[in-house]
């Protein structure tokens, strides 16, 4: 992994100093060596900060072809790369590199944009392509890794974070349209929180040349139609097929020029990884664990027992209040978003810890929830939506079930169901509402009044679903799809990308010069998922059920049985004389919180008044909401976020 900038300019010549200072901002992620090339007439610029762990003596970037009318940057990893290595020379290539990045490019050279279709991993690059005059940008099918551009005086900027385009001369503000869109949950895919900035959306490539820049999407989910003619496997077949593919996928990710560790919580997906993982390690995997404060949010006992049986190292890390409150504001200054749990803090402490230990890579679990239905919202989709026909009171009991199990959920996941007018343009679009969206949308309805006047005016009139939908191929990709298969779609194109993947992922771990690899999102892993009858993914009450047969062999019997547990930290409420929740008093009452232009001051403070008197549940519902102004006032004074 490493980061990566690229100017693109129309008519002014392009200084080295503003580049510089674009690479400056992403030091941290590629502490091994920085690099650039602009070009004789001063147009186009590439700078790069690497990260090194493929080829580690000779895959310096930018990378060129022979004849240098090609040259790339790229973050993140191309797996097989060897093989496709092979093909290359067998077709008459000749590699300058070892680097699994070299692929990429000469694979253009012979495809086009057809590449990326050949290209598996987690990745974002840019090749500037001299002999046709053309800027060719790209992102993984699922958002992994982050690249944001940006257009400002007659310059086509890219970088790998939001803070390298504003080094390099990009002016910082607030988008109030997209920070209202995150408020309510469904921040688009293209979007960003500040003003002319946006992604390349996952699935995406960027062609950019004189004459203007064009986005084209070249992969998408594809759920199948309900009525489609899927092939007849048994259910033995689909665990042996699934076995076998993430097999495949964490084998691949297990190849570097650097050790390789792996990321465990008590979940069935990190410890599924591991599990695997292990098979194919001739000494034991060093995994690293987070431990809270709190019972009911602390996994270390269950990481534990999963490594024990694996046979792996297991470094614990544990994390107090004081702990998140001291490192809180860097680890929002690396991930450029709102966060509505502190977990994203304690995943910035347990990337530091695995740098600290040595280590440049590890496997992660992210991604299953999203394919499976691991989330507790998609088992109350399939309740609320399903085709099966149980009767009313059947699913009345099985709703209230779901809801005692999975309290920890309550205010920030399930939904209440008080249907608000708000998504009647959904309901009439779709049929249904997803239940995430349910629950967004009721968080952000109970929060209204702590909205400024004139915040809340500006959108009085403006339908965000509406808004949210015109950017999303609802006739291509859910009309005709199971809901709930529709409901897995719309999460991963705002939730996985934007949150999960941004704050919990990519931003915490190279903030620390940590490359996560995640096979449960490797395409053909998703790709066979994404045909199994929804009955393997969800099954009654159990979510994750073709995972776990699959896994059954390699994973505790205790983990095997256990229901999903999102991964969040204890609320800073629970605790109003620690540290992190003196952190949320300090700068939710100071002068910081009233140059951040959504929020009524006096109301905020009121609600903090209020807090000694709320109940528990109210205090973990409230604290999505404060760690959300905290993160806002966090970015304000950071970026000196101007009011656009």
């Known amino acids: ?82 093989r496709i290595q092979r093909d290359l020379k067998r077709w008459g290539y000749q590699l300058r590199t070892n680097s699994d990045t070299e692929i990429a490019l000469q694979l253009y050279s012979e495809f086009g944009t057809e590449c990326l279709h050949h290209l598996r991993g987690e990745f974002a690059f840019v090749i500037w392509d001299q002999r046709n005059d053309l800027f060719f940008a790209a992102r993984d099918r699922f958002g992994i890794k982050p690249l ?6 007659n310059t086509l900027y890219l970088a790998s974070e939001v803070k390298a385009l504003f080094a390099a001369g990009v002016p910082a503000s607030w988008d109030h349209d997209s920070f209202w869109q995150a408020e309510c949950g469904i921040l688009a895919p293209h979007c960003t929180m500040f003003a002319n900035v946006y992604q390349v959306p996952p699935g995406y490539f960027m062609l950019a040349s004189c004459s203007g820049m064009q986005l084209h999407r070249y992969w998408d989910f594809d759920y199948p ?43 069935l997906d990190s410890s599924t990884v591991l599990a695997m993982a292990a098979k194919h390690s001739s000494s034991p995997i060093q995994a690293f664990t987070l431990a809270f404060d709190h019972e009911a949010y602390n996994e270390e006992p269950l990481a534990r027992e999963m490594a024990i049986h694996t046979g792996a190292n297991l470094q614990t890390i544990p994390i107090r209040q004081s702990d998140l409150a001291e490192h809180f504001a860097d680890s929002i200054w690396h991930c450029e978003m709102l ?3 502190a977990s994203t803090t304690a995943k910035y402490l347990l990337s530091r810890a695995t740098r600290d230990a040595g280590y440049k890579v590890v496997l992660t679990g992210e991604g299953s929830d999203e394919i499976f239905g691991g989330y507790v919202h998609f088992r109350q989709d399939l309740l609320l939506y399903n085709q099966q026909g149980q009767d009313e009171q059947t699913v009345k009991l099985l709703l209230e079930e779901l809801k005692l199990k999975n309290k920890v959920s309550m205010g920030l ?18 049929g249904f509402v997803p239940s ?6 009721e968080g952000y309805l109970r929060s209204i009044n702590l909205y400024s006047p004139e915040f809340i005016a500006n959108f009085d009139q403006k339908d965000v679903y509406r808004i949210f939908f015109n950017q999303i191929d609802v006739q291509g990709q859910l009309a005709s799809r199971e809901p709930v298969h529709q409901s897995f779609y719309l999460w991963s194109k705002t939730i996985l990308p934007n949150y999960l993947l941004r ?46 047969e699959a896994a059954k062999p390699f994973i505790t019997d205790t983990m095997y049985k256990r229901q999903k547990h999102p991964f969040l930290a204890p609320p800073s409420t629970f605790k109003p004389n ?14 910081i919180m009233s140059c951040v232009p959504f929020y009524n001051h006096a109301a905020v403070i009121h609600l903090l008044d209020q807090l000694p008197t709320m109940t528990e549940s109210q205090r973990i519902s409230i604290d999505v909401f404060l760690m959300k102004v905290l993160s806002a006032c966090i970015l304000q004074e950071k970026f000196g976020l101007m009011h656009s």
């Open 413 to 430: 996941f399930l939904a209440e169901y008080r249907l608000s007018e708000a998504l009647n343009s959904v309901q009439r679009l779709l």
């Open 225 to 267: 139609l309900i009525n489609d003619s899927l092939p007849q496997y048994t259910e033995q077949d689909y665990v042996e097929q699934l076995r076998h593919t993430l097999d495949e996928a964490i084998k691949l990710r297990l190849r570097a020029d650097v050790p390789v560790g792996c990321y465990l919580s008590g979940g």
């Open 1 to 82: 992994m490493c980061g990566i900038i690229a100017l693109f300019s129309n008519h002014e010549p392009i200084t080295e100093s503003s580049l510089r200072l674009g690479m400056d901002c992403l030091k941290h992620r590629g502490p091994d060596g920085q690099k650039f090339w602009i070009s004789p007439d001063r147009r186009v610029a590439l700078g790069h900060t690497r990260l090194s762990i493929i080829d580690i003596k000779n895959g310096d970037q930018p990378i060129t072809n022979l004849d240098e009318t090609l040259h790339i940057i790229a973050n993140g990893e191309f797996y097989d790369f060897e």
């Open 339 to 341: 966060c509505v749990n």
């Open 578 to 591: 620690e540290a992190l929740q003196q952190l949320v008093q300090d700068t939710l009452r100071s002068s």
């Open 503 to 548: 704050m919990l992922g990519d931003g915490v771990e190279m903030a620390h010069s940590i490359e996560g690899r995640l096979p449960f999102l490797d395409h053909k892993v998703v790709e066979l998922v994404r045909n199994m009858p929804m009955t393997l993914k969800i099954h009654g009450l159990t979510e994750k059920y073709v995972l776990r």
């Open 436 to 441: 995430w969206m349910q629950a967004s949308a």
């Open 148 to 153: 944001y551009y940006s257009t400002y005086g």
